[in-house]
Structure formats: structure tokens, C-alpha cells
């Protein structure tokens, strides 16, 4: 086995998608032992110099739906594999994503990406380039 376990990072987006089959592939040639699936949920906030604002109970459910949703279809799609699994995280994207693959002995992370432009990368940052800067284990970023 090249990888003992590999983090797919999932957001349903055409990219994690090629990654989830980019893992899936990693599996099934017995170069990986193990699968999970992360996708990372945040309920949307707004900062008014002392006060937060969050979205109403209602819309954090619809989100948190959303996700469940989303997760189920990317673990329907890796149910035949030995030893995978699919979990929903919340959080800032990245952080979730590193600390879960530290917590876990994840050995490589698979990633998409949505390939901003340059200036639009700079002024927003992007969750694949945060990985990959910032993570202890290799990160393998498709396009």
C-alpha cells in the first residue's frame, strides 16, 4: 500500500467530484487501504463590531440538509469500497479538512480545485491552496 488512508475533501462541485474518482481509483488498485469522504459545512455569519448575526434556525437547517444531502450522494458512491466512510464536518474549510486528516493518520489528501483567477485567488484565498501550504501529509489538487 502506498497510502494507509486518503482524505477525499468533497463539496459537490464538477472538481471534487474528479478527485472522489481520483481516490476511488487509488482503492480499487490497491494503492490506498482506506477512503473518507469530508465535506465541511459553515452556518453563514455576519460581525457588527461586537455583535454577531447568524442566519435564523430555519435556513441553518436548510444548509445543514444541503450537506447531509451532498455527503450521501459522494458516500453512495464509494459504498463498495473496504474501509470507507463519509463525514461531515463544520468549520473553515481548510482547518477542518488538516485537522481531520491529523487527527485521523490521514497519509494524503485529494482535493479539487475551482481554479480562480489570480486576483480573485489573492483577494479570497482558496481552501486547495490553504491545504496544500499548510499540510504535513502530501496533497494531490485536481483540476
Not at 84 to 110: H, K, V
Not at 135 to 141: A, D, F, N
Amino acid at each position: 500500500m502506498l497510502y494507509a488512508h486518503v482524505i477525499v475533501a468533497f463539496d459537490g462541485s464538477a472538481q471534487s467530484w474528479k478527485a472522489l474518482e481520483s481516490g476511488i481509483k487509488l482503492v480499487e488498485s490497491d494503492l490506498a487501504e482506506r477512503l473518507t469522504v469530508v465535506h465541511v459545512y459553515s452556518f453563514p455569519y455576519l460581525t457588527l463590531a461586537d455583535a454577531v448575526i447568524t442566519a435564523s434556525a430555519p435556513v441553518q437547517k436548510e444548509l445543514y440538509d444541503k450537506a447531509e444531502a451532498m455527503l450521501a450522494e459522494a458516500a453512495e458512491k464509494i459504498a463498495h469500497l473496504p474501509n470507507s466512510r463519509a463525514e461531515l464536518l463544520e468549520g473553515s474549510p481548510a482547518q477542518s479538512i488538516l485537522g481531520y486528516t491529523e487527527q485521523n493518520d490521514g497519509s494524503l489528501i485529494i482535493i479539487g480545485t475551482r481554479g480562480l483567477g489570480g486576483l480573485r485567488e489573492f483577494m479570497m484565498g482558496s481552501v486547495s491552496h490553504n491545504v496544500a501550504q499548510h499540510s504535513k501529509v502530501p496533497v494531490l489538487i485536481v483540476k
